[in-house]
């Protein structure tokens, strides 16, 4: 039926995510996605016009996912074990899958075929979000009385340091160390 996708859209961008996700934007073609989805090409352009606009669709699923469990990450009542949560989750996330996964927005901000101003636009979206929660969740009087850099920079700090973790979980693949480096963060920025 014309206007009706003939697919089932919510495993085809789950396929489409995981491909992403294991090769890098640039190193994916629409081929990929098909081989993985069982949807034809053709029928994926059809329904997203581009591999750049149907990457758009599945990191909107990914923002949106992301963004949740960041939320439910820093929830806890002691700021120390939120921002601890936060980052065990950041490093698990990363660290899944055989080989791992690594981290998809940082994977993308460093892929040069992946310069698009809508895609760079959706990596902010997702950084500038986790720096929001991440500075709603500081700003509550009792971090505020220990952070030792006021709750805006102490934010960027805490997500520069997720960028930096991504790097040297591919160097060492160790997630107890990138726990231990994580660890000694908190610890400089609430002592």
Not at 28 to 55: C, H, P, W
Not at 95 to 102: F, L, Q
Request: proline share 3%.
């Amino acid at each position: 039926m014309v206007g009706q996708r003939q697919f089932d859209e919510r495993r085809t961008l789950e396929r489409a995510r995981e491909v992403f996700w294991l090769k890098g934007y640039g190193a994916t073609s629409m081929q990929d996605i098909a081989t993985a989805s069982g949807v034809l090409r053709g029928s994926l352009y059809n329904a997203y016009r581009d591999k750049e606009t149907l990457f758009l669709r599945v990191f909107e699923g990914y923002a949106e996912e992301f963004l949740g469990e960041v939320a439910r990450t820093l929830a806890h009542p002691d700021v120390d074990q939120a921002l601890r949560d936060f980052f065990d989750f950041t490093i698990t996330s990363m660290t899944t899958g055989v080989p791992t996964r690594g981290c998809l927005s940082t994977k993308t901000a460093i892929d040069t075929k992946a310069e698009g101003e809508r895609i760079r636009g959706a990596l902010r979206e997702l950084i500038d979000g986790m720096e929001r929660l991440l500075r709603e969740r500081i700003s509550t009087e009792e971090a505020r009385a220990r952070l030792a850099i006021p709750p805006e920079e102490a934010a960027r700090v805490l997500i520069t340091m997720t960028r930096g973790i991504v790097v040297m979980e591919r160097v060492y693949q160790d997630p107890e160390r990138l726990r231990a480096t994580a660890a000694s963060l908190v610890e400089a920025l609430l002592p």
